[in-house]
């Protein structure tokens, strides 16, 4: 079992301080929601985790399997199996799908290492050079795109370059099928999507959610819940988290909103 944990964490963008002590343990096999309003931090919690400079961390630590990951670059937490899947993701014009995750799954699964250290007649070579053979790759590829209704078209368009809402994350959810990551942090992946779109995502966060993998899963609304049945539900709220529990808590945020966990932070009656 794999254990990713945040301790007392606390970052700041220039002068600001965005976290203010965040506390958070997720074991393989875990689905955690993270709900809140915009600008509580739950987006900058995401990045850095997955290691985006922009970010100071001032105080705390973050864990993965009781090692810390702060000096980690964000490729070297992606090869130790840490994936983020972003609320909006990038365009990128003249790099295939299929390119692209040919280049990312060679690099986590440490193909580019042997031409990095040398190839087998002792030369070296160049970083990103040696990739997963294309025969085993496009076996593995198409296989997944049947698996996650992902259409096979797909895989010859430049990566998000035209996608639709719910096409960027289809290919997302390719992607984490395709890296097979420890932990999956999914930044708002039901932003925008329609009912066909949202189903079609969580049926293939549920097929990847084994007992050999935890979720992170930051969301707005209770929508993605019917869906995707997390184990716990937690509430962020100016930096930090203030109350955790179970599915019940996300029911009582559609029911009543955020203005009562202000109101009742204020008065001293949730937890900070």
């Known amino acids: 079992m794999s254990v990713l944990e945040i301790r007392n964490l606390h970052a700041t963008v220039g002068d600001t301080e965005i976290l203010k002590g965040v506390n958070l343990t997720l074991r393989s096999g875990e689905i955690h929601a993270m709900m809140g309003p915009n600008g509580s931090g739950k987006s900058t919690l995401s990045y850095i985790i997955a290691g985006h400079p922009h970010y100071a961390i001032t105080e705390g630590d973050i864990l993965l399997d009781g090692e810390s990951i702060l000096d980690m670059e964000a490729d070297e937490r992606a090869r130790a199996g ?4 972003f609320q909006y993701p990038v365009a990128v014009p003249g790099v295939s799908v299929a390119n692209f995750l040919r280049t990312a799954v060679s690099n986590v699964r440490g193909y580019t290492e042997a031409e990095k250290n040398g190839n087998s007649n002792g030369s070296s ?5 040696n990739l997963m053979p294309m025969r085993e790759f496009r076996r593995e590829l198409t296989a997944k ?3 996650f209704n992902v259409d096979a078209s797909f895989a010859r368009r430049y990566l998000n370059d035209g996608f639709s809402g719910g096409e960027k994350k289809r290919t997302e959810v390719l992607q984490m099928a395709m890296l097979e990551p420890k932990f999956a942090i999914l930044d708002e992946s039901d932003s925008g999507l329609d009912i066909d779109a949202l189903q079609v995502v969580s049926d293939g966060i549920n097929k990847l959610a084994t ?4 979720f992170l899963l930051i969301t707005h609304y209770q929508r993605i819940l019917n869906y995707v049945k997390p184990d716990f539900v937690s509430i962020f709220f100016g930096g930090r988290i203030v109350k955790t529990g179970g599915p019940e808590v996300a029911q009582m945020l559609e029911e009543r909103g955020y203005k009562w966990v202000e109101e009742e932070l204020v008065n001293g009656l949730v937890p900070a």
């Open 125 to 129: 070579g160049v970083i990103g050079s």
């Open 211 to 214: 007992e050999d993998r935890g």
């Open 82 to 85: 840490l994936f983020l899947a």
């Open 145 to 147: 795109m049947k698996e």
